[in-house]
Structure formats: C-alpha cells, structure tokens
C-alpha cells in the first residue's frame, strides 16, 4: 500500500488546489503533453496530462470534468507550473451513459471512472516523473462530486484483480472542491439547501421522483454519496464558494442553490463529527484559524 504524504509534502499539493480555484485573466494554458490517454475501454475515459519543466517527480493535482455531458475540465495549468505541480484532467463516462447501459446508480459510472482514472495515472507515475504519494483530487461544481466520491471512499485497491490498474492504491493527499454539491441523496440536500434540485438522473430518474423514492434508493446513497462515506483519518478537504448566504443581484434562484456554500456547511458538520480536516471558505465567512487557502498551505504545512 503507498503512504499517504506528511503535512509539509502536502504543501504544493495545496497550492495547486488554490490556484486551480480562480482562472480570470489567464493567458492561454498550454497544450497537454499527452492528451487523450485512454484509462478505459469507453471512449469517454479519456485524460490529458501536462507536465512542467524539470526532472521530477512533480505532485500532481487530478481534475475532474462533467457528470451530464462528456467533457474534460481544465484547471489553470500555468499556475500549477509555477508551483513545480503537475495536472492530470479527466474525462468521465457521465450519468447518461449509465441510463443508457442500465447501470444502477447510473451516478456510478462517474464515480468508478474517477477512481480508476486515479490508479491508473498512479500506475503510470513513474513513467509521467509523477510522485506517487502527492496526489491531489479535486473539481468545480459537478466534476468536485467524483473528486470528493474518491477522497471519502478511503482505499479501495484490490490487490487480488487482474487488472493491474485495479491493484494500485486509491489514497490522495486532500481533496479541493469549488461550487460544489457534495452529495446525491435529495433528502439532505433539501435539509442542506431548501428548494434546490439537483442531480436528476443520478438515480435514473427525476429529482422529484428520486426524493419520492428515497427510502428505496437509501442503500445506493449509502453506498455512493461522499458524506455517507467519510471516515476518520480521511484526508484534508477544502470547499470554495465565490458566493455567499445571501443570491447575489443578477444570479438565477436555482443557479444559486446549486452553487451555495450552504451544501459546504452541511457537510463539514458531518466531517467534524467524524474527525475529518474541513474548511469552508466564502465571501462573508473566512476559513477558520485561517486567513484563506494560502494561509492555510503557508501555516498547516509547517
């Protein structure tokens, strides 16, 4: 099994995640050293990795991409450079593909894509000059759910498998989500966010129906939803939220329940209580004993 990084390796890794958090003003990224590697059979498991000057082995910061439509979410790769940090962005199969290969949850395509795409760019490290015990996940609004589906799951290896992608180690350093909806069971998100609607299809259905049927689908939230999952020893986690308690002038209703840092609040509750690292940053609420995301690398890394 690898070992997880100590607090001043996780330096960098951090960075990464606060750079990764805000693009505005950005020169054109440059273009992937490979792009499209594919890390499954389907066509959309597909990723792209870019390296920055030097010998290695970088830390590298995994990014996820859509859950309704395939597409890869690029982070801002010039600054992850700066910080001497890789970035690997992924390319999930996306709940439609569950619908329409019957796959219950059809939620579930997203989230074990997320996790093999993990191993297999671990398989890969040292042929990438990739450090294999500094890897960070992490995503915007939908893609943060697979990055927070695969930091809670803990360890998830399967040393018995065939598949060699499949025996490497699921463990990150910490995770970083930004706007994002850390969960699929509809019951808490109403509790988290009264009057959002949010991840129709997750169960094959409408989110109406889904809150309807909630009883019925219990065991696959178990199962699948980040907050059900987190455990003690679970690695560090930090949401980002560019909005506050109160729906800006302008912003739709439902555009502001689905990106309120209301769902980050709830869920850091649940992560308090089971003894896991999680801070909550947004307009009216500074992290707590930090500053922001740079002071929390600059002091929790010493």
């Not at 939220?241 to 912003?251: A, E, F, K, R, S």
């Amino acid at each position: 099994m690898l070992s997880v990084a100590t607090s001043s390796r996780l330096t960098p890794l951090i960075v990464c995640l606060f750079l990764a958090l805000g693009s505005a003003g950005l020169a054109a990224d440059p273009e992937p050293t490979h792009a499209d590697i594919s890390y499954g059979p389907h066509p959309h498991q597909l990723l792209d990795v870019y390296f920055p000057e030097g010998a290695g082995p970088f830390p590298v910061l995994i990014w996820y991409g859509r859950l309704w439509e395939p597409a890869i979410a690029v982070p801002p790769v010039k600054r992850m450079f700066q910080s001497g940090v890789a970035a690997v962005a992924v390319r999930t199969r996306v709940m439609k593909d569950g619908v329409a290969d019957n796959i219950n949850p059809p939620v579930s395509v997203c989230l074990l894509d997320a996790r093999r795409a993990l191993q297999y760019v671990r398989l890969h490290a040292a042929e990438w000059k990739i450090d294999p015990d500094r890897i960070a996940v992490g995503g915007s609004s939908q893609g943060a759910l697979p990055a927070l589906f695969v930091a809670c799951a803990g360890e998830k290896a399967d040393p018995e498998s065939a598949d060699p992608v499949e025996r490497v180690s699921t463990k990150v350093s910490c995770v970083g989500a930004h706007r994002s909806q850390p969960s699929i069971d509809p019951y808490r998100m109403q509790e988290w966010v009264p009057g959002v609607e949010w991840g129709a299809q997750a169960f094959g259905c409408s989110f109406a129906e889904s809150l309807k049927r909630r009883d019925e689908f219990l065991p696959l939230i178990e199962k699948w939803s980040p907050e059900t999952l987190l455990h003690k020893g679970g690695p560090p986690i930090y949401f980002e939220n560019n909005w506050g308690l109160t729906q800006p002038d302008g912003v739709g209703k439902m555009d502001y329940l689905v990106h309120s840092p209301r769902w980050a609040l709830g869920f850091q509750k649940i992560a308090q209580e089971r003894g896991v690292m999680c801070y909550v940053k947004y307009p009216e609420h500074p992290t707590e004993k930090f500053a922001d995301l740079w002071d929390f690398l600059a002091r929790q890394g010493k």
